[in-house]
């Protein structure tokens, strides 16, 4: 991607460069059976610069096909063949390859400061405890379900739509967020205000299609999800009967729950999702929450305007509410708490939900070592406003060792060359009038850019993590960001803030913010290697530069202005023109197929790719400036640097996953599969096919009348 930081990928508020959730680890590489063909491969090198750094690596070229067939195979073919995913893994690629080299940087940097004894408040306090606590796994199993036993027994003892409001209020605070939850974001129209949100959620299923599509495929994974239901709930204390009884209950209500959600697609809207409502208007639209007394009990002073992004889903909450027995309510709210609190308890509670969500869903066939379970919880995800964690303490450890003032310096030198290469491609385009123009090149001299790490680290002060406490450390680290999170109610936006922890292996661009983000953990090699030679870099990090530069004008980043307000800047006429030219990039991806029978959809993918195809031709436009500037190196390993460029793009978006989890992230990720990513841009670029002798009529080369061109 780069991935969505936001609460469920579901606002506009960011958009980013990896493929969604999954983090894979290192591939296990076996040599080549067979020689590759000489005839093939690329041509010895007649000249290089004595200084440049190789590290592209043709060995794992697949000579046997023509890069204007399939350039993906032709650079990973062989990569391909030999990678093996390993048990605890959905998958392999480049991206966890970088991950599995900072997580080594992470767990030396856990485990020094678990074994020391550093101030309290600090650093190294902080997470050397919380991560002693997680590897604690004697004293966490001797809990069992006792971290969560008051939280059952207030369930249980609801006996009237009061104690249900009051309980609902209640789980809130316990990070326990159904069935929706409550998060500040920016005002969408007035972006130096923030707003409460209220958008739709509750389920435990990935997607709402999962409940609602009746191919037998579904079902039987409807099945085993009202099993595994079952299972949680006997854990928690629950006899078979019972809690087989519950189980079935809880699919109904999440069901239920589903048709009153809008789809993924759907909510891609950004004026769709926009519906501020008054305080009144709000208990008017939902009267059975009672919100004034709601927002009293969570701890919030009653907002004058909340955003209610999906109306019907609120709708339909509060007809639950208001009909559904409390009897199912209270089964739900039971399985969600086990749910969301699964991580922090006993190793059965642990096991069943990697059987379902991880092995089940995603394919995998072992789980994590348990060092790496913690160094993640300890990580957290900060993004969205809620989420265990510690991360940002962690990233200030992790920079220390990993990401120095000189990387930093080149990355951001990087950005102003990318943003010059884009600056000219607006201004020379044929299809855009000169106001359009005017409007977009002051966005992106607008655009914010962080790099590697923030200015200001966050201050962890008021958060108390104990060195005995695995369960406790979460659920404050929870709780810490949620009211972090509401507190910046009526307060003015923070514009230092970030939404990725340093040691975070993607980037983002954040529409409201109006800012581009590149974490230390993605400036790292074969991303960003300052040794290589520039066709390399840009190449890499160019295209993740140019991806997230171009997001600020994907089908969703164009509608928002230089100050991140939601406003029609465009001309109707351009507006029509760029339609017409994102159109053939949603017609091109809905034709390939991910897995099986299933298709990529080219409208939940719209923005991604629209990115990627603008981020390599702005990153090659600007690789090109560079050798102006530096002087071409002449051919290394047998290629040019515009080949070299377009290997390196290749090798980015190496990737081999599960089926499970192509059939997953299809289904709800908005980044398409790493094949893709890589041939739909290059095959709509005339530089690729000059670059490669690709010819018309080659897989590579689209037809004119089908080749996207946006920016």
Known sequence: MLRRPAFALAFVAAAGLVCAAAALPAPVVKEPKTKLPAHAAPKPARTTHAAVHRVIDPSTF??????????????????????????????????????????????????????????????EQLVGDFYASGMDSARIDAQGAKPIAADLAAISAIQSVDDLRAELAHLQTEAVRVPFPLIAMQDLKHSTQMMLQIPQGGLGLPDRDYYLKQDPGSQALRDKYQAHVSKMLQLAGDDAAAADAEAKSVMAFETRLAGAQNTRVERRDPEANYHPTTLDSLEAMAPEFQFRRFFAAVGLQAPAVVNVAWPKYLREVNAMVAGQPLDDWKAYLRWHLVRSTAGGLSSPFVQENWNFYAHTLSGTEAMAPRWRRVLTAVDGDVRGGGGAGIGEALGQLYVKEAFSPAAKARAREMVDNLRAALRERIATLDWMSDATKQAAIAKLDAFQVKVGYPDHWRDYAGLTVARDDWFGNIRRSEQFELHRNWDKLGKPVDRTEWGMTPPTVNAYYNSRMNEIVFPAGILQPPFFDPDADDAVIYGGIGT??????????????????????????????????????????????????AVDTMHVNGRLTLGENIADLGGVAIAYAAM?????????????????????????????????????????????????????????????????????????????????????RIW
Not at 552 to 578: C, H, I
């Open 62 to 123: 697949d000579t046997s096909v023509k890069p204007g067939e399939d350039f993906y195979r032709y650079v990973n073919g062989t990569w391909m063949a030999s990678a093996e995913i390993p048990a605890d893994e959905t998958g392999v690629g480049s991206f966890l390859e970088v991950r599995d080299r900072n997580q080594a940087v992470l767990r030396r940097v856990l485990e020094r400061a678990a074994a020391g004894k550093a101030a309290p408040g600090t650093p």
């Open 544 to 593: 993740v530069i140019g991806h997230e530069m171009t997001h600020g004008f994907d089908d969703q980043g164009r509608k928002s202005d230089a100050v991140g307000n939601l406003r029609d800047w465009w001309t109707p006429e351009d507006a029509a023109r760029y339609k017409e030219r994102a159109d053939k990039v949603a017609r091109q991806f809905d034709g390939y197929v």
């Open 624 to 708: 090109e400036k560079a050798l102006a500037k530096h002087g071409r190196p002449g051919l290394i390993d047998g290629l040019t640097p515009e080949q070299r460029f377009f290997v390196s793009y290749a090798r980015i978006w190496r990737q081999k996953m599960r089926p499970e989890t192509i059939r997953l992230r299809t289904a709800t990720d908005p980044h398409s599969p790493g094949q893709f990513r890589c041939d739909g841009p290059l095959s709509n670029l005339p530089e690729f096919a000059k670059a490669w002798g690709a010819k018309d009529g080659d897989a590579m080369v689209r037809a004119e009348a089908d080749r996207a």
